[in-house]
């Protein structure tokens, strides 16, 4: 089964604020003149939303059920269905975006690489690639808080965080579906992530890019060992 392909169907309900907006202070203060933005792992197309009126976009994914709900949202967008570690799109953008801990699920640093290089492929010069992630520090603190219950509709989830390696979680997911009332039928889905350390990552890009910088969401401030989640800002 694909990943999202149950947990997609309640994903926006689950989710908080999109950080669009933080893609956008990040885009007009990097490159103003940007007009095409290529959203990678781009799920139900939440982020989009958020920059179509000020951009000519386009999305990605491999998932069949978020791009589903992404070109119900959103009619008028172009999506495409591909791995974002190494995909090949005709034509290149003024900014790659990649939000909300995407680049977390690839498990294998070669990728996190690959997705690296096909970004700035897809880059028009003076582009820019922006990506956030989990940061290690961030999914073992994740792996410390209890399960956590929601109520969608007529449904029920149910999300447990726990260390599948030191540097690696499984998020358990739940979900009751009422067939009827009084009666649910159980699905049951396990999302890996995983985090790498700041300064391989900054290695990594630096190898790639031109110039990287990387921030705290917090106060948009430099990264720190305890910083929980880190935006990074790479230009051709």
């Known amino acids: ?12 309900a689950t989710q908080g604020i999109p950080s669009g907006a933080s893609y956008l202070h990040l885009l007009r203060r990097h490159h103003p003149r940007a007009r095409s ?20 976009v386009t999305g990605l994914d491999i998932s069949q059920t978020m791009l589903r709900y992404a070109r119900k949202k959103l009619p008028q967008v172009r999506f495409y269905r591909q791995n974002m570690a190494g995909f090949r799109l005709p034509g290149t953008f003024d900014a790659v975006i990649c ?6 699920h690839m498990l294998r640093f070669t990728d996190w690489v690959r997705t690296f290089k096909a970004a700035k492929r897809h880059l028009n010069p003076q582009g820019v690639f922006i990506f956030d992630i989990n940061t290690q520090y961030r999914l073992r603190d994740l792996a410390r808080v209890p399960p956590w219950t929601r109520r969608i509709g007529d449904n029920y989830l149910i999300m447990t965080v726990s260390m599948a390696t030191a540097d690696t979680v499984n998020w358990d997911i739940k979900v009751f579906e009422q067939t009827q009332p009084g009666r649910f039928r159980l699905h049951h889905e396990v999302i890996k992530e995983r985090s790498f350390e700041h300064q391989k990552i900054m290695r990594a890009l630096r190898s790639v890019f ?22 990074y800002v790479c230009k051709v």
């Open 1 to 12: 089964m694909e990943s999202y392909a149950i947990y997609g169907h309640f994903y926006d």
């Open 37 to 56: 933005v290529l959203e990678i792992a781009c799920g139900t197309g939440a982020h989009l939303a958020a920059l179509v009126r000020d951009y000519e």
């Open 99 to 104: 939000p909300y801990d995407s680049m977390n």
């Open 210 to 231: 031109s110039s990287v910088r990387a921030y705290d969401l917090v106060g948009w401030s430099q990264a720190r060992s305890t910083s929980r989640r880190l935006f």
